[in-house]
């Protein structure tokens, strides 16, 4: 996050005007998502690694990447722009990274620092971060620093500079130019006491802010400050008073001050006490009156005229504008939430990650489902003498890339380790009922409509042959596995559209010929949590009809989904039937979920999963 901050702020510039397309390029690239290493060196590794991984993509060989990710909307320009961003802002930090953790002279570190900065905003040959007012004062702010010679003697870690650099400034005021003819002026204490207006509004007369809280010093006492010569902790609320007094004798004043300061409600400052006792409660009523006219013009400005549910959304784009292809994962989200496939391939907004954070579930079931798919692919047709070992093996391939993560990695790999176990031991009592199996098998067919056709797409985990000839599709699952209600009604129809496709010869594989019309055995989820019960084979025993059956039922109800939204006339609505009350999807923000469905919205027809 302070990363970003640095590359897109206004005065950056490392020798170049323009450097936006670099940074966003270099923010979708490695700085969403898991942190990289530290330093401008492992951003650069970082960065080789993804182009290393994303140069099938520009080959046309096929990215390792999901084809929703964001990621690969990244041309090979863009991260060439975005290595050379790195290269240069490597060589502007150069001077600070090259300290190392001991202790140098707080004069040395400040150079090294006014060097950096100057390298950060170097534009031709103009340094943007010591141009105008403010910056001359950080200009002179360095310059003290690194010619005292009290810093000189100074040493101090790395680590204690920002705090020592804050202090440094803390005490230096910039004081933005006069300009002539300004009707409104924000003035401090003293400059107020300086100048004369026909109208003064004095704010923040809270107490503890106007007057200020005296401050009782640890290590002088009040005898002791005296024989000093020094002042006293009160007197800078007497010149407070004084300030008051003089500004309050205004033609025309506005006494203000804050109810709350950060949710805490506020004590009104000792001079409006004594005021109100001074003034008594009839007039000091009437001074309150007068000032209520102000604050209802204020409060009517932000009053609504009316107070109405927000509606839910229901967007209608032109059929031209519709999806005519899906995957059959996506299925499930436009019976659940339309606006999810609205958002998604109408609009097309693609949600990237959060900044700086740490793997979760989703890469975990990516790592995991990789070791499956190497693991059936080499050995589709013969097991290897011990499969535990050699999906270890593969696992520690696939998991290397945590090493940044030692968290994670703790976690994640002793489950993994128990998931490999009792895969072994499945596999090996599993194979003998199968005589082909085939692995991320990816299937395409078309259902027809009016003018053209709708494209379903998807990728099988596994497939396998029985010794009959019927097929068992299998979908693995790091996370939670649906209800076999779930299926049979249509709400989780990943499995029975797959079988679907397969049953209209739909899935190509090299290792398994699936022509059109087969037999659907069985339909099952494994489930690999890797815990006290490492995975489990859970196959659907559907309560009606057979797996063949409950496939040609979901292509149906399919088919009349896709007919019912190739009208112009058909919304896509928000959180149709949503598996979470309070959560569903990515774009749940963009359909302003939070401000229709606390009210309940309005009361609309929306029909049931087809």
Known sequence: MTLLGLLKHPLLRLGARDNEKAVVALERAILRGPRPRAGTAGLSQALEAFCAQHKKHWSK????????????????????????????????????????TGEHALSDIAARHRDVLAALSRDGQHEQAFAGADGAKLADAFEDLVVSEAAAALRIAPSDYVELFAAVLAD???????????????LGLLEARLTASDRIVLGGLVEGAWPPESRTDAWLSRPMRIALGLDLPERRIGLTAHDFAQMFSAPEVFLTRAAKVGGAPTSPSRFLQRLAAVAGERRWQAALERGSIYLAWARTLDRPERVTAEPRPAPKPPRAARPKRLSVTEIEHWL???????????????PLDAVDTAPGAADRGTFIHNVLREFSERFAKKLPPDPADVLIEMGRKH?????????????????????????????????TSFDLVAAEIRGEIEI???????????????????????????????????????????????????AAMLRQGGFKSETMSIPAGGSIAALAYVALKGGARAGEFMPIDFKEGSPDAQADRALAKLAALVRRFD??????????????????GD???????????????????IPGAP
Do not use: N
């Open 61 to 100: 060989e096929g990215s390792d990447l999901h084809r929703s990710d964001p990621r690969l909307g990244l041309a090979e320009g863009d991260l060439t722009a975005a290595a050379d961003l790195v290269r240069r802002l490597a060589e502007a930090l150069a001077p600070l990274e090259s300290l190392d």
């Open 172 to 186: 230096r005021v910039v004081r933005p130019p006069p300009q002539s003819g300004a009707r409104v002026r924000i």
């Open 336 to 350: 659940r939430d339309p606006y999810t496939i609205y958002a998604k391939h109408v609009l097309h907004l693609a």
């Open 399 to 431: 998991f290397a890339t945590l090493e940044d993560f030692p968290e994670a990695l703790a976690f994640w790999w002793p489950r993994f380790a128990r998931i490999a176990q009792w895969l072994g031991g499945w596999e090996a009592g599993r194979r």
């Open 448 to 498: 027809a409509l009016a003018d053209g056709a709708f494209k379903l797409s998807g990728v099988a985990d596994r497939i396998e042959r029985d010794c009959k000839g019927g097929y068992v599709i299998l979908d693995y699952k790091t996370g939670s596995v649906r209800t076999e209600k779930q299926v049979r009604v249509g709400l989780a129809p990943q499995l029975t559209l797959e």
């Open 567 to 584: 009208d112009d006339s058909e919304p896509y609505r928000s959180l149709v039937h949503p598996m979470w009350k309070a959560r569903y």
């Open 587 to 605: 774009y749940d923000h963009l359909a302003r979920v939070k401000e229709w469905s606390s009210t309940g919205g309005p009361e609309d027809d």
